[in-house]
């Protein structure tokens, strides 16, 4: 029995040690909170699937860490200099069309060896607009006349409306955003079968669509998956990891041999993040991405972590922000005077933005604008609306707002006749750094006699359509905060701001309600969930959509900014930055500035020092 | 006895419909869809795309119109795609999160029998020695401390304070092959939480054994068996514990299908992908179909426990029958 003890704990001192395999190896163990829902290329783009996907693949273009747009399957970017992006103007100077012309590389090859061409684009296009398919967004690839193929390696692609964004990944043939072209030799039988199989029994197309398409072996990772990135897929064990191993025949370059760089990486899923923490402690996972660790302290981390691993702090390009609900109809905008810009602008300066930032996001910086702070459009000469609790009750009471009956709370008549006090609802996600946030901002708002309802309810529930563009109908009242996506140098970041602001300059108008604000006259679409209309805004915004020119584009965006900062339809509460850590030895794995998006954009790059990889970046 | 079971059996079939239509149009009451879960992490995503979309997935029309026509396929046993994994719901339930939680809870359950019975008996045997009294503050430790505060110690003492000797948490390591590699690898990964699981109801059952045993040893018939002189040992083992241990039949076969649901909280700490996790996470993401199927087979298993348990007290007491 003792003999049996004493093997049984050799085994596992050694099994323990065989985890500690990291630079040994040359692998890289990295933890993520989120896994993805599936491999397949024309659905869902959540950002942990991003990640995932830019493992195994790589689009026609990419964002460095700099911000600058590199040529990825393409030859170069296409620029009118270089005579690969043709527009076409009407009488009036106004652009009505738009030709693109890609070429591949001639090295570009996917990871069975088959031939990257333009056969591949054609037939991913073919696929991404089949009315049939669940496609998730068709914002880009609704834009698109035609893809036709010159050659093998050269195709153009045609845009019957201006796509400003047609270079930037996802944002030429309009798949999600982690790359652009698909392996037509391993999708096509399986879309032909299924689309036979769909126009032969169209009662049934959504359930032989999820079971053959969706569910098909590529897209699950149960067959063949095949990609054009730096890693070839090897594994999936759901709810566990995703492997992949390092391609030779890849065509960027390490900045060394390629032997001594990552030869394979493995995405290990923990949900937990207090568990997330203890792996990374334990040495178990060697780099995190860059959602696992959200509202961790990074002092605190890195004085865990000690010499073992470094702490990164990367912009994410995400705002968090409170939404006013501005509709009339409710009677706390009404009652509340939150229609009046001096009601929003007493309540910003009735908080300290500064400390409320360090305190449940540290390392994040206090916003004054829709975009985040180094997007080429920003506006440094904004407002700052500093913490002045003095000017906000100068506000307040000069809007008639007083403690007549003494009880610490803001009070005032109304035209009606009614007493109202200044009680107001802020709604957020159960994250934990939002929880706390309320707590917060109960305190500075209760300073200034504001009294503040704190509600915490899931994600899926403030997300969710039937709430958030309910707002007309008061589904929630006073305030709900949440992070928008804020950059006009790369593709919309954030689906719930599409519309108002400038960074949505892909999007048609998709409703003939004015502002695309939700109402039940458009079914509730759009994302102006605040109901704020400001013809000034407007005009300026028209007018962004048909600049090309990235410098003019700037400027009128500059000029949207002095609106908003004036008019605060939101109130900018800062810029949320994402913590990532990487053992010590790990190099080029970074994201730098917001536009990269992830730091899985160089997989290629990724390498451990103590084997001869230089660091880059 | 024939009868009972049938009858049980055909009341099974309406008891598992009315509870998957409160469960389906308790989920399709909570606000919030697949759809709104695609545009959360999509940039571009337009209202005519939601529109398209929910259209395609059928989730346009009323809840009841959806629940017949869930109905329809899943008495045929599908039981629709999970909108997380995209694949079958049953499928991914079945395969990737049922065993791991059979694993989990079995070894738990076996652990917690294997230890609570012979310390309840012990512990009631030498009552008000030091052996008792050190049972029952370990037994007033696992009830008292939370699990997933126990579990979060455990990590940090195994797996950070260790540097790794356990692992902090999952199910395996990648890479790992081989049968005796494997094996200890998934012993690895296991030790810490079924440590965490095992410990309330460890602590449970002790006290109830210990409590069952106390009482039935002061009974007539004991007193009777040991005057008769019969030895201390039969005297136990044959006739008190016999009788001591009817209880913890009901009490484990109640437990049982408790466990199968998952330990959501030992789950999510030691990321254990279980059932517990999944359901919790398929109701949060709005995956109705894996939580459907989650729910409706939990329930099927309580059930069928309960039935079990009943037979099983049968079985075990001659003075119960259901004639």
């Known amino acids: 029995m003792r003999r049996v003890v004493v093997l049984l704990l050799f085994g596992l001192a050694v099994s323990a040690a065989a985890c500690w395999a990291g630079p040994s190896l040359n692998n890289l163990n990295i933890g993520a909170t989120q896994e993805p829902s599936n491999l397949l290329p024309w659905e869902g783009a959540a950002d942990t699937k991003e990640n995932i996907m830019g493992l195994f693949n790589i689009g026609l273009t990419y964002f460095d860490s700099e911000g600058v747009l590199q040529p990825g399957l393409a030859t170069e970017i296409p620029t009118e200099q270089n005579g690969r992006l043709l527009l076409f103007r009407d009488a009036s100077g106004q652009i009505i069309r738009q030709e693109v012309l890609w070429t591949l590389r001639a090295n570009a090859y996917w990871s069975d060896g088959t031939p990257i061409t333009s056969d591949d684009a054609v037939f991913t296009f073919e696929v991404q607009n089949t009315p049939e398919l669940p496609v998730t967004t068709r914002a880009f690839s609704n834009m698109i006349e035609e893809v036709r193929k010159v050659d093998d390696k050269t195709f153009w692609i045609v845009y019957s409306v201006p796509n400003l964004f047609y270079a930037n990944v996802g944002g030429s043939i309009g798949l999600a955003r982690h790359y652009d072209i698909a392996p037509k030799h391993i999708w096509e039988p399986i879309y032909r079968q299924v689309m036979q199989q769909v126009r032969a029994n169209p009662e049934k197309a959504s359930e032989i669509v999820e079971a053959q398409f969706l569910g098909s072996p590529p897209a699950t990772g149960t067959g063949t998956v095949v990609g054009s990135g730096a890693f070839k897929f090897e594994e999936w064990q759901i709810n566990q990891f995703i492997r992949g191993s390092r391609r030779v025949d890849f065509f960027l370059d390490s900045p060394g041999p390629v032997q001594n760089y990552i030869q394979e990486v493995t995405v290990q899923f923990i949900v937990n993040q207090a568990t997330l923490l203890s792996a990374i402690i334990a040495g178990q996972i060697e780099a995190s991405d860059d959602i696992g660790l959200a509202g961790q302290d990074p002092a605190i981390l890195q004085a865990q972590l000690g010499n073992q691993a470094a702490v990164e702090v990367t912009p994410s390009g995400f705002i968090e922000k409170l939404n006013f609900n501005l509709f009339p109809e409710c009677n706390t905008a009404a009652d509340l005077l939150l229609g009046d810009k001096r009601t929003r602008q007493a309540i910003i300066q009735a908080i300290d933005r500064d400390d409320l930032a360090q305190t449940v996001f540290p390392g994040a910086t206090v916003s004054n604008s829709f975009l985040v702070a180094g997007d080429v459009g920003f506006n440094e000469e904004l407002n700052p609306w500093p913490y002045d609790p003095e000017a906000a009750e100068a506000l307040l009471t000069e809007l008639g707002w007083s403690d007549s009956d003494g009880d610490g709370w803001l009070d005032r008549v109304t035209e009606d006749g009614r007493k109202v006090t200044f009680s107001l609802h802020w709604v957020a996600t159960t994250a934990g750094f939002r929880i706390r946030t309320g707590e917060i901002l109960q305190e500075f708002l209760a300073d200034v006699g504001i009294k503040l309802e704190v509600e915490n309810l899931p994600g899926s529930v403030v997300f969710s359509t039937e709430y958030l563009n309910h707002g007309s109908e008061c589904t929630w009242r006073g305030i709900v905060e949440y992070a928008e996506g804020g950059g006009i140098a790369q593709a919309p970041a954030d689906p719930l701001s599409n519309e108002l602001y400038a960074f949505d300059l892909t999007q048609p108008v998709v409703s003939e309600v004015a502002d695309n604000v939700p109402l039940p006259a458009n079914g509730f679409a759009g994302t102006n969930i605040m109901g704020w209309i400001n013809e000034t805004f407007d005009q300026l915004r028209a007018d962004a959509l048909k600049e090309f020119d990235l410098e003019k584009r700037s400027e009128i965006v500059k000029q949207m900014q002095v609106v908003y900062n004036e008019e605060l339809p939101t109130v900018p509460l800062y810029d949320r930055v994402e913590i990532v850590t990487k053992a010590t030895g790990l190099v080029n794995y970074t994201k730098g500035t917001a536009a990269a998006r992830t730091q899985f954009w160089n997989p290629w790059e990724w390498g451990w020092e103590q084997n001869g990889a230089i660091a880059i970046r | ?323």
């Open chain 2, 1 to 323: 006895m024939l009868t009972y079971v049938i009858r049980r059996l055909f009341q099974v079939i309406p008891t598992l419909f009315v509870i998957s239509l409160i469960l389906y149009g308790l989920l399709a009451l909570k606000p919030g869809d697949p759809i709104d879960e695609m545009r959360r992490g999509n940039p571009g995503f337009t209202q005519e795309d939601y529109d398209r979309l929910r259209e395609f997935y059928g989730l346009d029309k009323p809840w009841v119109v959806r629940y017949w026509r869930w109905l329809g396929r899943a008495v045929q046993g599908d039981f629709g795609p999970s909108r997380q994994f995209g694949r079958p719901a049953a499928q991914y339930i079945f395969r990737y999160r049922f065993p791991n939680t059979v694993l989990l809870s079995g070894v738990s359950l076996l652990a917690a029998v294997i230890i609570s019975i012979p310390a309840g008996v012990l512990s009631a045997l030498y009552q008000h020695s030091l052996l008792d009294y050190t049972v029952t503050v370990f037994n007033f430790v696992g009830v008292s401390i939370p699990i997933f505060w126990l579990g979060i110690m455990l990590i940090y003492v195994f797996a950070v304070l260790f540097r790794g000797f356990l692992p902090a948490g999952g199910l395996a390591t990648p890479g790992v092959t081989g049968t005796w590699p494997v094996f200890l690898d998934r012993l690895r990964h296991l030790i810490l939480p079924v440590a965490a699981l095992s410990s309330l109801q460890l602590a449970q059952w002790t006290r109830f054994m210990r409590s069952s045993m106390l009482e039935v040893i002061q009974l007539d018939y004991i007193v009777t068996a040991r005057a008769k002189g019969v030895s201390e040992r039969r005297v136990i083992f044959r006739h008190a514990l016999h009788n001591a241990i009817l209880p913890m039949i009901t009490l484990v076969g109640l437990n049982v299908p408790l466990l199968f649901s998952g330990a959501i909280l030992t789950e999510t700490v030691f990321n254990w992908p279980g059932m517990g996790r999944a359901i919790f996470d398929a109701i949060l993401v709005n995956d109705f179909n894996v939580a459907m199927v989650s729910l409706v087979f939990i329930s099927l298993l309580v059930l069928t426990f309960n039935l079990l348990a009943d037979l099983a007290y049968a079985v075990a007491d001659p003075r119960i029958r259901y004639d």
